[in-house]
């Protein structure tokens, strides 16, 4: 409901220009009115909810009480543009172009390749030029702190930490840590071999706006503000008086600070509150003080403004004293990423009740006091204790009251303080489990006066174990009373098996090892305090410690084959050329589909989709929907005017039944996307449903869900099973994994007036299927439909078939209304609809002799398909044929069905099924070893294929380079000194476990389907020299138009510069395959090399004749002697003479033209009692024949890699057992982040290894290093071995990937994980979710 009060005018500033807002809209985000108000599309939009930074803006206050203005990193989607009144914001356009001046941040992260498809690289940049702004010589752990809100899925992290660890040092470029020999002088660094940069220069930045200064000191800014929007009305009290008036006028008001509660609630979920009330005008609210029992902090103070304050308490105070403080900022530390504590309040972290709040468990542990004020009753002070949290997100204040500040007290000698956080990734992420615990003791004893416990992440609010602690109090602090604590614990934090969050062991283990760890912690403390003697002091210290790793400093190098000497400088084939939208990437300016201005009457479109997993749909009820301000239509199968089923693709809109949770129903049409959303949620569905709902492998195979078996054999396992030495059984299963490319799926249909055309921009990664899919539902011919794509914001198989959940629905949508339609799918619902990486189940039965040798295998694989058969028969095609990855079984046979289920329809993902079969193979060797007690690498050693052999496929085995890679890996990676080393680590550690592996990776490379195998392009020369090239493949940041640029280049002889790639589109280039299979370099190279060429010849008679004729001179000639100045090329891959009868199983020929290898070393570490792990070291041998580009190589070799390492550690798709998505957005799905990058971390490209068989004897490199994350995998499960072998566990043990922390901590099988088992008699209850 509007209100009735009158609006003020928002005033600030963006990027030096003064902006003056009369219609401010409270519920309008700043990054929307960036975007969409002052075109200002830099700043992207990857989640809207805080989790990825690729909004990342800096927001600069005047502070008046410092006489300065302060700068500092904020997330755009969650800031009301309201709240920025008075404020300066700069975003990536404001601190360099292209055009103008690169900023230096911009300059050296484009030429340290920091960027590949660029989307989050904004947002990165701007994080670092806030931290600049601050600090003009950051040190190393400035820029990782500035940096762990920013997630980017492409480059792996390693070039823009090089990048921007320039800055930590003012020599800059002659810093000696850029020095040749600082790693490794034979390395090539691809630092080293840019062009060097300009020194920053921190007085060029521009100045605060003096206006803005003038106001803040005049106090003009803080006065009473109200702005009125649509539905909500946003009111900035100058004072706690008129708050405290407000909040009894509104007592439904929420206080917003951060907003990054709020505006998830309302952005995300949906909820609508009517007012809201800003209190960062009020001074109670703002201040931090001191005095001789403690501090208090004013609730509306910013998380990053209370770690500073606590920052300086540490000079005056004692370390006892401040024990408190130092665990608040050990948890701020954990606490989301710097762009969210920069804006977070800490009355909005307590208020929020939230059961996992990081905060509430320290408080209430030291019983802080709250002061609470209203208008009713003035000020009142309650202490947080059990009583507080009266239920899920409630506490025990009134609907008036509002916090005013929190009191902390001091501690003393007699206490002791911890908090622990265990959460899925360390850095930014919620917690699963956290914990804060305080003894008091009599002074001078080790007698309890009072044990404070609290833990989060174990009920619906945070819990207290009042129980356990006043059993403690007057015990004295031993093993006794650990024994004691820990078993009373297990019984009073009970949590039951189908608790929210799921993960129901490892929860109820974390109470005790957290415990544990406090244990030792407050020994250790007595120790040092002389109050207690203790002999084994290393044990406790071992216990309490962080991982050793984290505290060290990361190096990398990257090593490469230099070009011949003789390579002429114009020829750029070989060298390490930077991405040639790098600079764009950097500042801004790359234009992704949703960055295209709006074009005149466009409308926006967004899905209604299933909430059930299989149902019958009774009715679709629109009516309240269509009455929504801005609605326009709503759109579904009954718009249809062509096909609606799209065979293998699945339906355009649903047809009377729905099959999973996401299937697309309809759709809005509004002016708006905000209100398309709005009114998508009141379409009323009603359901029946139908049973069974098949969400798992596991039900699939129960309810005989799968499709046809296919089957690849040699040999003859079943015979030869009964002459091995042992012959064993056993399963291995591969979780999915989400895309989580950083630009959401969208496109915007344009209908043309003449012969029904349509146009469609698209962020595909195959055009031509999108064209196919669109010309099918509209019931036009192919001729009639241009995909144009420019660039992706990453896709990694993603956008090669998925995109048509939005693309067919929104040409639809365009036909009915004759207008253009966008499409941005939000980051939730493309997580919920587009599906992922398909999970697999591997079954295997293994046959082998007692000196290692494997004789006969036979393996079943497993994929959950989904709703619809997409590319899944494919996926299962490649999983099978690389079930041996680089071993040789000569009886192997392998059988693959796919299981049709009720989950939203898996598709490609890098690698496509490749990794899991790859996985499920280390697995079964990993078993022999295990079974035999040898060591794995011999096992993999002894059965590894040789040069010569016919591998599983077929296809034969030249030039094998795997071996090669092994070997020079083992080396490079000082393998055996390293493990013993770790033996002897772990010999003498208990409680923190090492773990290395070496793997090797066998992948073939291309299509399977022999007629996908060809590539096409298009080479246009214009009469003053230039070239525009197109080409069948899609640029998603692979760096692939660089490449193609380059081959251009060297065919015709002329620079880089001179050619230009503008889009890939089916009017260019007809009927491409997508861009996928790692195989667009090999395909498109040869149709540019072949299309250059063929112009070439034509003018060849001329340059003989004119022999010293420049490039624009001969064209020009060319021309006028009518030589035609363009040309098409075309490749198709030569010698592809497989026959495979997937019934028999028999297979005959060369299925896949080439090979590629690679191997890996990696070292971890974990802590046994929480699972967490950290990797120490990787080494990465991988052979891409002559790189045609090294720094892109290696930039996908790294990407690649921890995309692989995202798979097997951390990241997991849950879903309830109804079929809903829990894992979805940033907050639930984890992604690797800046910090999971291996602390040294090496990437050698193996040298003298040409491939004949690919242009310019060059090799493919997308998906195949994916697999080499399977190092760290099992590098995990040999330190998870150590630590069962201390429990007294030996033997072989099982391990599924991901070995997320919870996995690793139940598979360390102490005492601790035994005991927190769920016991008979809770198993019939159905857990909270299930693995796919
Ligand atoms: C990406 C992301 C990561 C996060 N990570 C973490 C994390 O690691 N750990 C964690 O604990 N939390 C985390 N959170 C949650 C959140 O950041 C915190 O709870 C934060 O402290 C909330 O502060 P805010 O100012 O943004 O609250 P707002 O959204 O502005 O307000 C939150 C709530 O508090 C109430 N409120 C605020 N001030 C008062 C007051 N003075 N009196 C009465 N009620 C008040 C409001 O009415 C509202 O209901 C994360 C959130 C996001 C978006
Ligand atoms: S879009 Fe803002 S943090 Fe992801
Ligand atoms: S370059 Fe970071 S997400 Fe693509």
Not at 12 to 21: A, R, T
């Amino acid at each position: 409901m509007p209100s009735a009060e009158k609006s003020d005018v928002l005033i600030f500033y963006v990027n030096g220009k003064k902006v003056m807002e009369k219609n401010a809209d409270p519920e309008t985000i700043l990054l929307t009115y960036l975007r969409n108000n002052l075109q200002l599309t830099g700043s992207k939009l990857g989640c809207g909810e805080g989790g990825c930074g690729a909004c990342t803006v800096m927001i600069s206050k005047w502070e008046k009480s410092l006489e300065k203005a302060r700068h500092f990193a904020v997330n755009a989607c969650l800031a009301p543009l309201v709240s920025v009144h008075g404020c300066a914001v700069t975003t990536v356009e404001g601190i360099g172009s292209t055009k103008t001046k690169l900023h230096q941040i911009q300059e050296r992260l484009a030429k340290f390749h920091g960027s590949q498809c660029g989307f989050c690289t904004p947002g990165i940049v701007m994080s670092m030029y806030a931290l600049l702004r601050n600090n003009q010589i950051p040190s190393a752990s400035d820029i990782d702190n500035c940096l762990q809100g920013n997630l980017c899925r492409c480059t792996g992290y390693r070039p823009i930490i090089a990048a921007f660890k320039t800055f930590t040092c003012p020599m800059g470029e002659k810093c000696c840590k850029f020095q040749k020999d600082a790693h490794n002088s034979q390395e090539n660094e691809i630092e080293n071999k840019q062009n060097g940069w300009l020194p920053y220069d921190p007085s060029q930045e521009p100045i605060f706006p003096p206006e803005l200064m003038i106001s803040n000191k005049t106090n003009n800014v803080a006065r009473s503000l109200t702005f009125v929007g649509e539905g909500v009305t946003w009111h900035q009290p100058i004072n706690l008086d008129e708050m405290l008036s407000l909040k009894q006028r509104f007592p439904d008001a929420r206080i917003v600070v951060g907003n990054t509660e709020v505006g998830i609630e309302m952005n995300i979920k949906g909820h609508c509150y009517p007012h809201i009330i800003c209190p960062i005008n009020v001074q109670e609210l703002n201040e931090m003080n001191v005095d001789d029992e403690g501090i208090s902090i004013g609730a509306s103070c910013r998380l990053s403004d209370v770690a500073e304050f606590l920052e300086s308490l540490h000079k005056d105070k004692t370390e006892e004293e401040t024990q408190i403080f130092y665990s608040i900022l050990e948890m701020l530390k954990l606490f989301a990423g710097l762009q969210t504590r920069n804006v977070a309040c800490i009355g909005g972290n307590i208020m929020t009740a939230s059961p996992i709040s990081d905060l509430n468990p320290i408080l209430l542990a030291v019983g802080a006091k709250l002061t609470f004020a209203s208008s009713s009753s003035g000020l009142r002070e309650i202490q947080m204790d059990e009583t507080f949290f009266i239920g899920y997100r409630k506490t025990k204040t009134r609907k008036d009251e509002i916090l005013v500040s929190i009191k902390i007290p001091f501690l003393t000698e007699n206490d002791v303080m911890k908090a622990y956080k265990q959460s899925k990734r360390k850095e930014d992420d919620i917690a699963i489990v956290n914990s804060a615990m305080h003894v008091s003791f009599e002074p001078g004893t080790k007698t309890i006066k009072k044990l404070s416990i609290a833990f989060g992440g174990m009920a619906a609010i945070t819990k207290v174990p009042t129980q356990t602690m006043s059993k403690t109090i007057g015990r004295t602090w031993d093993g006794i009373l650990l024994n004691d604590v820990s078993s009373w614990l297990s019984e009073e934090m009970k949590l039951s098996v189908d608790a929210p969050g799921g993960m129901v062991q490892y929860r109820r283990t974390l109470v005790t090892s957290f415990f544990f760890k406090f244990y030792h912690h407050t020994m250790t403390i007595l120790v040092e305090r002389g109050i207690s003697k203790k002999n084994n002091i290393a044990i406790s210290r071992e216990i309490i410690s962080d991982l050793s790793v984290e505290e060290e400093s990361f190096t990398s190098t990257q090593t490469w084959q230099e070009v011949p000497e003789d390579q002429k400088p114009i020829d750029t084939i070989g060298r390490p050329i930077p991405h040639l939208s790098g600079f764009k990437h950097t500042t801004g300016e790359a234009i992704y589909i949703d960055d295209i201005p709006p074009y005149r009457d466009e409308l926006q479109m967004v899905l209604v989709c299933s909430t059930r997993a299989h149902a019958k749909i009774i009715d679709v009820d629109t009516t309240v929907a269509l009455e929504c301000p801005g609605v326009v239509s709503y759109v579904d199968k009954n718009d249809v005017i062509g096909e609606n089923d799209l065979g293998m693709y699945g339906e355009v809109f649903a047809d009377g039944k729905v099959t999973c949770v996401g299937h697309v129903i309809g759709a809005i049409v509004a002016d708006t996307q905000a209100h398309a959303i709005k009114a998508s949620r009141l379409v009323k569905i009603t359901y029946e449903d139908i049973l069974p709902r098949v969400i798992t492998i596991e039900d699939a195979i129960k309810h005989d869900k799968l499709s046809i078996v296919k089957k690849m054999k040699r040999g003859n396992a079943e015979e030869v099973f009964q002459n091995c030495d042992f012959v064993i059984e056993d399963e291995a299963r591969v979780g999915g994994q989400e895309h989580f490319y950083m630009e959401t799926q969208c496109c915007i249909a344009i209908p043309k007036n003449e012969d029904g055309e349509m146009e469609v921009f698209s962020s595909c990664q195959y055009p031509n299927g999108l064209q196919t899919m669109a010309a099918t539902c509209l019931g036009l011919k192919r001729n009639k439909v241009i995909v144009r794509t420019k660039r992706l914001g990453g896709g990694f198989g993603g956008k090669e078939t998925r995109f048509c959940v939005i693309s067919n629905p929104a040409v639809i949508a365009a036909r009915k209304l004759g207008k253009p339609i966008r499409c941005v799918l939000t980051r939730q619902q493309d997580m919920q609809i587009t599906g992922g990486r398909h999970p697999f189940l591997g079954r295997y039965k293994i046959g082998f002799n007692k000196d290692g040798q494997i004789k006969a295998l036979q393996i079943k694989l497993y994929s959950n398909g989904g709703n619809s058969d997409d590319l899944s028969f494919g996926v299962m095609d490649r999983a099978i044929v690389h079930a041996d990855n680089s071993y040789n079984v000569p009886h192997m046979e392998v059988t693959g069905s796919v299981c049709q289920t009720n989950v939203a329809s898996n598709t490609a993902f890098r690698g496509f099924g490749s990794p899991q079969a790859m996985i499920i193979s280390e697995a079964w060797i990993t078993k022999v070893a295990e079974t035999l007690n040898m060591d794995s690498e011999k096992v993999r050693e002894l059965n590894m294929y040789k040069d010569g052999d016919r591998i599983l496929h077929g296809t034969l085995l030249q030039n094998f380079q795997a071996k090669r890679c092994w070997d020079e890996c083992l080396e490079k990676s000082n393998f055996h000194v390293v493990r013993k080393e770790i033996r002897d680590f772990n010999k003498s550690s208990r409680w923190k476990k090492r773990g290395i592996a070496c793997i090797p990776s066998t992948y073939a490379v291309g299509f399977g389907p022999k007629h996908l195998n060809q590539g096409c392009a298009l080479v246009l020369i214009y009469t003053d020299g230039t070239v525009l090239l197109s080409h069948g493949g899609t640029e998603m940041g692979q760096g692939l138009d660089t490449k193609m640029v380059q081959v251009a280049s060297r065919a015709l002889g002329v620079s880089v510069d001179m050619i230009h790639i503008s889009e890939c589109s089916t009017s260019s280039v007809p009927n491409a395959s997508a861009t996928a299979a790692s195989s667009s370099s090999d395909l498109h190279g040869m149709a540019v090399k072949e299309a250059c060429e063929k112009i070439m010849k034509r003018m060849e008679p001329l340059r003989k004749s004119n022999p010293n004729i420049g490039w624009e001179e001969l064209v020009e000639k060319a021309y006028l002697k009518r030589i035609s100045l363009s040309a098409t090329g075309f490749y198709k891959v030569p010698g592809l003479t497989n026959v495979w009868d997937c019934k028999t199983g028999d297979v005959k020929g060369d299925m896949f033209s080439y090979i590629a290898y690679g191997a890996a070393v990696s070292q971890v570490e974990i802590d046994v009692l929480t699972g967490h792990h950290a990797v120490l070291r990787t080494d990465l041998v991988v052979d891409v024949g002559n790189s045609l580009n090294p720094a892109i190589d290696i930039g996908q070799v790294e990407g690649s890699f921890a995309q692989g390492y995202g798979m097997m550690t951390l990241e997991e798709m849950l879903h309830s057992p109804s079929g809903h998505l829990w894992t979805i957005g940033p907050g639930a799905y984890k992604i690797p982040a800046f910090a999971n990058t291996p602390k040294h971390f090496h990437v050698h490209l193996l040298r003298n290894c040409p491939n004949e068989k690919a242009i310019y004897c060059s090799k493919a490199v997308g998906e195949p290093p994916l697999f080499l994350a399977a190092s760290v995998l099992f590098a995990i499960k040999n330190a998870i071995k150590s630590a069962r072998s201390d429990a007294g566990i030996t033997g072989p043990f099982r391990l599924d990937s991901p070995a997320t922390a919870e996995r690793i901590r139940i598979a360390c099988e102490d005492d601790f994980a035994s005991k927190a088992k769920p016991s008979e008699s809770e198993n019939g209850l159905q857990p909270w979710a299930v693995r796919a």
